[in-house]
């Protein structure tokens, strides 16, 4: 049997000391991950065991979080969730609701009043007739161009055009007076115009009208035929409503 010699106590004496000194040292640093200094385990191992994260390497370090970290498993994330979805259409259908194109119409009210102005060979009319425009949308509607086509016994006799019309402001009604112009060249219509045997000199006229109108970044024509009857051989004509 061989005994052991100087040299092996010698040789495993300083590597036992080491080792308890390191157990001790790392024993002082709290475990990666936790705050409380009762719990004993490994050190940082990016910080070397110092406690601490160099300055200079903190863009470079990876955070490890385990995968039964409570900050992995939020709470209530169904209702969030369902609240957000809930928030969003509600949002998109008061959109839908406010910028839904709405009908914008064209009603004929009356007629104002007929001048009647007999020439040698015409029968010049002067027609005030009263209109409204209604505007069911929750935006300004602006009038581009309207147009007004006349006709008496379906024959075209004047065309007119109104471009200055102001707009129509959102849920709102608005009248115009508009003036059209109606030169009577027919020899027959003349001559029923101007005679003095017949008691009742009324034309029926045809008004065929048309209406550019923009909203919402889109242009829309509207178009409206209506007949009203006037009387072509005195100014005595009454307002009356258009039938």
Do not use: W
């Not at 300055?55 to 990876?62: E, K, S, T, Y």
């Not at 010049?124 to 006349?150: D, G, K, R, Y």
């Not at 000199?201 to 509207?222: D, G, V």
């Amino acid at each position: 049997m061989v005994k052991p010699g100087k040299n092996s106590q010698t040789t495993e004496g300083p590597d036992l000391t080491k080792g308890a000194e390191k157990v001790n040292t790392l024993r002082q640093y709290h475990q990666y991950g936790t705050m409380s200094e009762n719990v004993t385990g490994g050190a940082c191992p990016t910080c070397r065991g110092t406690g601490r994260i160099p300055r200079d390497h903190a863009d470079q370090l990876v955070a490890v979080i385990p995968c039964n970290d409570v900050r992995l498993r939020p709470r209530r994330t169904k209702l969030y969730v369902c609240v957000s979805i809930a928030v969003c259409l509600f949002l998109c259908c008061l959109i839908l609701f406010f910028l839904f194109p709405r009908s914008v119409t064209v009603t004929p009210v009356s007629v104002l009043s007929v001048m009647v102005y007999f020439t040698p060979n015409t029968v010049e009319m002067e027609v005030t007739n009263l209109i409204n425009i209604t505007n069911e949308n929750f935006v300004p509607v602006q009038i581009v161009e309207f147009n007004i086509q006349s006709l008496v016994s379906k024959a075209v006799v004047t065309k007119t055009k109104i471009t200055n019309m102001t707009a129509i402001q959102s849920r709102s009604q608005k009248s115009y007076t508009i003036q059209i112009d109606l030169p009577i060249t027919d020899k027959g219509l003349n001559v029923y115009c101007k005679s003095s045997s017949f008691k009742i000199h009324t034309l029926f006229l045809e008004l065929q009208m048309t209406m550019n109108i923009s909203y919402l970044s889109h242009t829309e024509q509207l178009s409206l035929d209506t007949f009203e009857y006037i009387d072509c051989g005195t100014n005595s004509t009454i307002p009356h409503p258009v039938r």
